[in-house]
């Protein structure tokens, strides 16, 4: 069976301090990856996915990036954080193939900018 | 723009209680929905799912109905437990990409005992 694994679970970085965030994904190869924010309260956000190693496309502007050095491995980085990148931060993966596969998500990393 | 949302943003009922959650969706073009469910401080959970070509999908407790015609999803929970608390999502795929799926904001459920 497939399983994901993201970290760390909570975190708390001053203003202007880097950002890293790991999420590998066991059981499976050549998965689809993708990073979600979750404002509190709130939907989710669609940031980064990557249909392989390599390949990362961004949803929306922001202050942050993802890099995919591996096949089962999803970084998620920042060189400066603001307050504003506070939030739930959710990894998935899903696999490939036939329209419409579902996501399935990690346990979520919190993130605190203070 | 396309949208997926919620008609109720809570629901409140009594143990063994049936639950209904309903989503509605404008993306006519969209060919696959999810139903998750997210406990607090943790990542949303796979529920059940249905594709374009059904109207109704059963599963342990939950069935999920999909009408094509009003653009409406819904997802019934039979004998709500405690358990079931959470805030639910519904996803759908909005045909064109395999790989995306737009969320709607959430309905919270809560079960009282």
């Known amino acids: 069976s497939q399983t994901i694994h993201q970290w760390p679970a909570t975190l708390v970085q001053p203003v202007g301090s880097p950002l890293s965030l790991e999420c590998t994904v066991e059981g499976t190869s050549n998965p689809n990856l993708y990073w979600y924010r979750q404002a509190a309260g709130r939907g989710l956000q669609l940031l980064f996915y990557?249909?392989?190693?390599?390949?990362i496309s961004s949803e929306v502007p922001q202050n942050l990036s993802a890099s995919r050095p591996q096949d089962r491995q999803f970084i998620l980085s920042s060189k400066k954080l603001l307050l504003s990148d506070s939030g739930f931060y959710l990894c998935a993966w899903s696999f490939k193939g036939s329209s419409g596969n579902t996501i399935y998500f990690g346990e979520g990393s919190w993130l605190t900018v203070v | 723009g396309e949208s997926v949302g919620l008609h109720l943003p809570t629901l409140s009922v009594q143990e063994g209680d049936n639950s209904i959650i309903n989503c509605a969706y404008s993306n006519s073009a969209s060919d696959y929905f999810i139903w998750y469910k997210q406990e607090s401080g943790k990542g949303p959970q796979f529920i059940i799912d249905i594709r374009s070509n059904m109207d109704k999908r059963q599963g342990q407790r939950v069935t999920v109905l999909l009408n094509k015609t009003v653009k409406h999803l819904s997802l019934q929970i039979a004998a709500t437990q405690p358990g079931d608390s959470a805030v639910y999502f519904c996803?759908?795929?909005?045909?064109?990409?395999?790989?995306?799926?737009?969320f709607g904001k959430g309905t919270l459920l809560t079960v009282n005992p």
């Open positions: 996803a759908e795929n909005s045909g064109g990409s395999n790989y995306k799926l737009t």
């Open positions: 990557s249909v392989g190693i390599g390949q």
